[in-house]
């Protein structure tokens, strides 16, 4: 439905309050990859998914990597290889939890998104978190009030038959 407005001026105020200001967006089993760890130098990104960063940011919207990286700690990867390859894809900026013990950084806890949201001034309700686990990407996105985005790559696809399932589908 289309409102009315009194003026142009009040519809560019209108769609500047609406606008999504970043785009997080996890990395295996979203982006690429194949859910599980994979080295930032084997990597590789799905089809579609570099032209989806590129048309995000030509839209003037911030694109952040938001990523468990667990193995980090165990010294299977460095924290530098994983933003050399976050920057090579053209994110803004990676935010990466590097950790294997409790920490308040690894999603499902929102801390990464919170420093974030202080690092680049963002309203995270008008941000939108892009994922394919829902324990863990849709629920910090959740803890903040994002928009959330479960992909049907990765984890995804069993996740969305389940939902399908428990919303009144045939069930498995
Ligand atoms: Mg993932
Ligand atoms: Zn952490």
Redesign the pocket.
């Known amino acids: 439905m289309k409102q009315h407005s009194s003026s142009g001026e009040d519809e560019i105020l209108s769609n500047s309050y609406d606008k999504v200001q970043a785009v997080f967006m996890d990395r295996d089993g979203t982006i690429g990859g194949t859910g599980h760890f994979v080295h930032p130098d084997s990597f590789t990104l799905y089809p579609n998914a570099q032209k989806s960063i590129d048309l995000l940011k030509l839209a003037g919207i911030r694109v952040f990597a938001l990523t468990n990286q667990h193995r980090i700690s165990r010294g299977e990867a460095t924290v530098e290889a994983f933003n050399k390859q976050f920057q090579g894809y053209g994110f803004d900026q990676a935010y990466i939890?590097?950790?294997e013990d409790e920490?308040?950084?690894?999603k499902p806890k929102p801390g990464m998104l919170i420093d974030a949201a202080k690092e680049h001034n963002l309203d995270l309700t008008k941000c939108v978190v892009i994922g394919d686990v829902g324990s863990t990407d849709m629920l910090a996105a959740h803890a903040v009030g994002a928009k959330k985005i479960l992909v049907r790559t990765g984890w995804g696809t069993p996740l969305i038959n389940d939902i399908s399932g428990e919303m009144g589908g045939n069930g498995a």
Not at 103 to 106: G, L, Q, T
């Open positions: 939890c590097p950790h920490c308040v950084c690894r």
